[in-house]
């Protein structure tokens, strides 16, 4: 079965699919679901308290009379939120990261306390504006309880400049950017890292819940870390739910979503990856992290190819692009596959940027390899 035979199949199973897409999948439709997750700032550990009710409420109005969507906050206890559209066990999962970078305060010196990074931080020295969040009384949004700069100096210290001197030690501090659609340039702002996937997730969501399929999407917690060379400093949610998935229920492929960086193109004035829709790349990490086999990328390619007649653009990236939760997921599974999007400064160097087009191609994108996998005789030739 080659890509062709498998778009064949789709158009046969799915009535209606690219109508569907076309419909449901668009700008305005998946800027709505960003602004709301974006602004609803969830640190590493806050996850499932604090973006569950979100997606819950989101999510509800998905197929109800069906019955076919069903939300768990704390998936198996892992800290991560997981969708299920149909039943398990799903052979798809559908994987992005919920939790954003955040710092942690220490000793204060008048206005200003130290910060201990809990994420890899990139910021060059300078101000940037920020706030501190409360501690958790309960689901929902976290509190800002103070306000003002993050502060890199020249010699990499990290600080908080605020005017309120009573933080608790190891309070949350986050940098503070409300989301943005600049629909003239199509630039998106906010946490496109990762809360630009989990958009994506849950607009997928919406088209499958009209089809019989069996899915997991995933909106993990604790994807950000303090990462040096090995793999165990984050993605710790995403292993800890797959540690505790019964064999039998455990996928045949995962798709990890992320954003794929482009600032070495900028630095070395070549065309970026923007426009060009949804990518993917056969290695993550220099190959510290997923490899995909070789017939899962050669199928992913000839999908590309085909994807075109159907006005979705999905392109190969052959630059380098970071790891994720995929240094989970290989461990369970051979089948990963890295699709993302192209973004910018996702930790704030400067102004976090995606393309709102890029990201409505990478959820048709998701869509179409999710029904794609549900086929037995695909994933006995391809997995």
Not at 101 to 106: P, R
Request: proline share 5%.
């Amino acid at each position: 079965m080659n890509a062709k035979d498998a778009i064949h199949l789709l158009e046969r199973r799915y009535k209606g699919l690219w109508e569907r897409l076309e419909q449901m999948v668009t700008a305005g439709e998946y800027f709505q679901l960003f602004k709301q997750l974006s602004d609803n700032y969830s640190p590493t550990l806050s996850v499932s308290r604090v973006q569950g009710p979100l997606v819950e409420s989101l999510t509800a109005q998905i197929s109800a009379e069906e019955n076919l969507v069903r939300v768990t906050r704390n998936l198996r206890g892992s800290g991560s939120i997981g969708i299920v559209v149909g039943e398990e066990p799903a052979p798809v999962w559908l994987s992005g990261h919920a939790d954003i970078c955040s710092y942690l305060t220490g000793s204060r010196d008048g206005f200003r306390y130290s910060l201990t990074p809990f994420c890899m931080h990139r910021a060059a020295p300078g101000r940037r504006t920020a706030v501190a969040l409360g501690t958790p009384e309960g689901p929902g949004p976290l509190t800002h309880i103070a306000e003002g700069e993050m502060v890199t100096d020249e010699d990499a210290q990290i600080f908080f400049d605020t005017d309120t001197r009573d933080l608790p030690r190891w309070t949350r501090v986050v940098h503070h950017l409300p989301a943005t659609w600049e629909q003239e340039s199509d630039e998106l702002h906010g946490f496109i890292d990762n809360q630009g996937t989990c958009a994506a997730l849950l607009l997928a969501t919406k088209v499958l819940s009209h089809y019989k399929v069996n899915v997991l999407l995933l909106l993990n917690d604790e994807e950000e870390g303090p990462v040096d060379k090995g793999n165990q400093g984050f993605s710790r949610a995403m292993g800890r739910l797959l540690n505790r998935t019964p064999h039998g229920q455990l996928p045949e492929t995962v798709f990890i979503s992320d954003v794929h960086q482009q600032e070495s193109r900028i630095a070395s004035s070549q065309p970026t990856f923007f426009g060009k829709g949804a990518l993917f790349t056969g290695a993550a990490s220099g190959a510290r992290g997923a490899v995909t086999p070789p017939q899962l990328l050669d199928f992913t390619r000839e999908l590309a190819m085909e994807l075109v007649s159907y006005g979705i653009q999905l392109t190969e990236n052959e630059d380098y692009v970071s790891r994720s939760d995929d240094v989970s997921a290989l461990q369970y599974t051979q089948n990963v596959n890295l699709i993302g999007f192209p973004g910018i400064y996702p930790h704030f160097d400067r102004t976090p940027t995606a393309r709102c087009s890029d990201l409505v191609h990478l959820t048709k994108t998701l869509v179409v390899y999710a029904l794609i996998a549900q086929d037995p005789e695909w994933r006995g030739t391809y997995l």
